[in-house]
């Protein structure tokens, strides 16, 4: 009969890890273990599926038929989808029309503030005569910006 420590390599040993097979019993066991597990998990939800079921049908169950809201109209949970009758193109040339026109023409945006929108032409106009600000002295050009297109308000007590 083989000593273990000599069914082991001596290359095996130096590297430190397990050359030999699996003790074959120790698996067998295990895969035994998890077959019976299972097989009992199986049959513990079967019993209570039962017992619920018997205990249900025992029970006076009523169907709830129409829920009803407190001003007794029926209550839905979900309301239906909005579907749209056609294929959505009215809508669509409706809201590009609507753009538009807010584009293309002067108003007020916060009339308590004082600003108002103008027209994308009379603005690109604008810009072109007067030219972007330029950043100097490390300031960002967004705070120039602001600064230069805000006129000064008054402060408020």
Known sequence: M???TTA???EALARQHEAREPHLPNVLIVAAG???ML?????CSGILLAHFMEVRATQNVQPLGIVAAPNLQPLTRFPSPNLQIDDGRAQVVNLLARQTEKLNSYGWV????GIVRIPIDRAMDLLAQRGLPARTNGASQTDECALQLLPARPEQP
Request: hydrophobic share 40%; proline share 6%.
């Open 2 to 4: 083989q000593n273990k």
């Open 8 to 10: 082991i390599s001596p």
């Open 34 to 36: 998890v077959t019976v």
């Open 39 to 43: 097989l009992f998990c199986l049959a």
């Open 110 to 113: 916060d009339r308590s503030n």
